[in-house]
């Protein structure tokens, strides 16, 4: 969610078809500011179409930068016999659309998919994801020049996963991480609170049984405005 607006870019259209489009969806709000539940708005294409373009992918991570009003992406498969992407892009709103290329593609050896992304106090953070038939664990955060440098985390964390989800709080300094596919291609229901503040994870509790998550995959997650 970008301000105003949601977009999104890229993703799979079918076996063996990959986008590099990006849509946007405004609010349409009235005169006095408030929105119509019953008409959220219209989809519109982005004229993108000058300058350079990123790739068609799918399983790439993005975060939303709204000092700059733009939309980072990073990362990203093409193919399951193509090494990953390792490129990272920023796609300004501010005026009229244009991409801009952060970092350029290297050889594959650090590229990543199906990770975790969000916009933690001022810049992207990227959670695991996979590496081939690696799966990962680490915690990195976007540099200005769009590479990737790890954070040292306190105590225990998160076991390496793929396809999970991970939101912000409102202070955008808190993320929690939900679920995914751990290295044993299992589905987890595992849960996890980093504060950036002091750099340590925080396992959250299960619950009662009959109240415990199902273990899952893909799935969507977001953070509630008011919560902490």
Known sequence: WADDRLIVFGGRCGEGCLLSDAWELR???SSDGSVSPTFPGSWKL???????????RAG???AWDATSARMLIHGGEQSSAAAPLDDTWALTLAGDPIWTLLKAAG??????FDAAACWLSGAMAI??????????ADLSVMQSDGELASLLAV???PQATRQHRAAVSSSGD???LVGGVDAENADTASAWS?????GEWTALPAGPASETLTPRRGHSLTWMAGSN
């Open 107 to 112: 050889d594959g050896g650090t590229g990543r």
């Open 60 to 62: 790439h991570a993005a």
């Open 174 to 176: 808190r993320l929690v």
């Open 46 to 56: 982005l004229d993108v179409s000058s300058g350079e373009q990123p790739e068609p």
């Open 127 to 136: 959670l695991g994801g996979a590496r081939g038939a690696e799966t990962l």
């Open 155 to 157: 105590g225990t964390g």
């Open 194 to 198: 980093y504060e950036a503040s002091s």
């Open 27 to 29: 609010d349409s709000a």
